[in-house]
């Protein structure tokens, strides 16, 4: 009974996260997740008791997945510098192909709308930054002159700015061409000796291989519908 009732919750979180991404908070109704979720409403009040609870769950799980994603970039031996770029791309490919991701993205945006408090915004991120560019420090890897909490900041407003760009253009659908030119601009600026090509050659190979992160996906419309407490995260 407990795994069926855990099933619902994320059966109706995924599809609402879907609606949330195409039409919004506002232009998505209690019946229209129903239809996608193939749950009933009183199936949605039950276990979520409403449109405005169920955003913030959506939220709240989007939250939820930056500090499980960076404690297992931080926690391998790689250089610093390699673990900042690769957290990157497992961000930049969440924000893809996760449709919690992209719904919580969307609701984060239209935060005026749902009654609740949410984590103060982009904090979490800028201090992720900062440590592994100040690890990079103390190996001997950041070049002399960058100073990693002005860097940190600088490297959050690209690669945030890039994200609003791409999906602006085209729903983020080419965001890893985007981000590797982006690193290519910013990686000899940091670097200590500058070689950006080998280091995301390097990134790219472990993501591309069985060390990539798993995002979860949700079931495309019409279809079957079969962390640990940390820093504050914005979701955008």
């Known amino acids: 009974m407990q795994g069926r009732a855990k099933a619902t919750r994320r059966s109706l ?54 500090p499980a994603l960076i ?39 239209e935060r005026k709308s749902v009654d609740a408090s949410l984590p103060s915004p982009f904090g979490g991120w800028i201090e992720t930054v900062v440590g592994l560019l100040e690890e990079a420090r103390d190996e001997g890897a ?29 729903g983020r659908k080419h965001i890893e061409e985007s981000l590797h030119d982006l690193w290519h601009l910013l990686l000899p600026a940091l670097q200590a000796d500058p070689r950006p090509t080998p280091l995301l050659d390097r990134v790219q190979a472990r993501l591309d291989g069985a060390d990539a992160p798993p995002v979860s996906v949700a079931p495309a419309a019409g279809t079957s519908n079969a962390p640990p407490s940390g820093p504050e995260f914005s979701p955008v």
Do not use: C, Q
């Open 13 to 66: 979180l995924e599809a609402a996260s879907r609606l949330f991404e195409e039409r919004g908070y506002a232009g998505t109704s209690i019946s229209d997740i129903s239809a996608l979720s193939g749950r009933t409403s009183g199936a949605i009040y039950f276990h979520y008791a409403g449109k405005e609870k169920l955003a913030l769950a959506v939220m709240e799980e989007l939250f939820a997945t930056w």
């Open 71 to 109: 404690a297992r970039h931080r926690g391998t031996d790689l250089p610093a510098l390699e673990r900042l770029v690769a957290l990157s791309f497992s961000v930049a490919r969440a924000f893809r192909d996760d449709v919690v991701v992209r719904g919580g993205s969307r609701l984060w945006a």
């Open 142 to 170: 950041l070049a002399p002159a960058v100073i990693p909490r002005k860097a940190g900041n600088a490297v959050v407003y690209a690669f945030f700015g890039l994200h609003t760009v791409s999906d602006a253009l085209d």
